[in-house]
């Protein structure tokens, strides 16, 4: 299937008018300029970019990762709809029982393929910045949990934040690494030291940076400075007008080309609408699109999806689309790990994204198949 476009991304670079060619489920070919025989499909107004990969998803379509086997499945084929191809099933805080069993059926999805992996958000996070996370079920690592995570993965665990200030956070993130999982630092009260030294240690992602954890400051810069100084670093960033100002995110994003991964946090309310749902054993409430908690008013995830962020940081924030669509595609790959998925490489799974003029998705090619 050839395909021509008026601008086709990569993720690497930019060319206007270019072509790709899909062979079965992978890219075979990327080019310049008008295609060596007349398109399948025809797109000169559209710009193509590869399948969105989101690190960082708790639910959507109005189910959870934590509901079981259709559930996770609502949640696939309601992002897959927005142009995310490439997902990872994320957990909140649960009791170590409830969390290893939902960890063993995600991996069971992760080696058919519907999820590119397990995030545990929890439950090793600061009672300070738990924000949506049940703070009665916070618990402090260990050597055996930490194990016994790992090898309900099996293989498949791909990320876990926590907070390295808490007795033995330098010692998990060590274990982390050794184990190949990224340990990300996140809902954290750790200072600048602290930071400094989990990032020594290992850890090398920054879960939702800015959000639930210690703030910037000119005497004690926290966990964000480190983070955003630190060369090799990646910094999650959420880009729904929420969760961070629009200066926020261009800070961010700027002093970290190439390292900025765009998230979502989604929970269940994503392409659901507004409602009354649960991120883990805690209410929420969902108005005008915003997610909070029942109780107390903070903010419980986000309903965004990868298409609406990556919108919101071009048309809102001002960043370059070539910079938003790495961010949102071949950052978060490399992030996790993740081969052949983030850009429109020969080899590369046939993953693609069709946005108009105004960035709206039109059309999603994922595995070499048309699903929207």
């Known amino acids: 299937m050839l395909i021509s476009a008026g601008l086709v991304v990569t993720s690497a ?27 399948d499909l025809e797109l000169p107004n559209a710009t193509i970019v590869p399948g969105y990969v989101d690190a960082h998803v708790h639910g959507g379509g109005g189910a959870s990762f934590d509901d079981g086997d259709e559930g996770a499945a609502t949640v696939a084929c309601a992002h897959l709809g927005h142009g ?24 069971e999805l992760a080696k058919d393929g519907l999820v590119a992996g397990i995030h545990l958000e929890g439950p090793w996070l600061s009672p300070r910045q738990a924000g949506a996370h049940d703070p009665n079920l916070l618990s402090e690592p260990t050597p055996r949990r930490v194990e016994s995570f790992v090898d309900a993965a099996g293989g498949h665990l791909r990320m876990v934040t926590l907070a ?17 999982v990224v340990a990300a630092i996140g809902h954290t009260d750790a ?14 992602v920054g879960t939702h940076l ?14 964000v400075a480190a983070l955003l100084e630190h060369p090799h670093a990646y910094v999650e960033l959420i880009a729904d007008g929420v969760h961070l100002h629009p200066a926020v995110l261009r800070l961010a994003a700027t002093r970290k080309p190439g ?57 809102v924030a001002g960043l370059p689309l070539e910079d938003v669509v790495r961010a949102a595609t071949a950052s978060p790959a490399a992030m996790l790990g993740l081969d052949r998925v983030g850009s429109l490489c ?17 059309r999603v090619l994922h595995r070499g198949q048309w699903v929207r």
């Open 13 to 39: 670079r930019a060319v206007a008018p270019g072509w790709v060619l899909v062979e079965g489920d992978r890219i075979a070919d990327v080019q310049e300029g008008l295609p060596p025989r007349p398109p």
């Open 84 to 107: 995310t191809t490439t997902i990872t099933a994320s957990l909140v805080t649960d009791d170590a029982a409830s969390l290893e069993r939902s960890v063993r059926e995600l991996a």
């Open 164 to 180: 390295p200030e808490l007795p033995g956070g330098l010692d998990t993130i060590r274990r982390l690494d050794a184990a190949g």
């Open 191 to 204: 200072t600048y030291d602290i930071a400094s030294a989990a990032l020594d240690a290992g850890a090398t």
């Open 210 to 223: 800015f959000n639930a954890m210690r703030g910037l400051h000119h005497r004690e810069p926290g966990p």
């Open 259 to 315: 390292r900025a991964v765009l998230v979502t946090d989604a929970m269940a309310a994503a392409g659901a609408g507004d409602g009354d749902y649960a991120l883990g054993t805690m209410a929420v409430e969902v108005r005008d699109g915003v997610a909070r908690l029942a109780d107390t008013g903070l903010i419980a995830g986000s309903t965004l999806t990868m298409a609406a962020a990556v919108k919101f940081a071009v048309q």
């Open 346 to 362: 020969p080899g590369f799974r046939a993953d693609l994204v069709v946005l108009d003029g105004d960035l709206n998705v039109l």
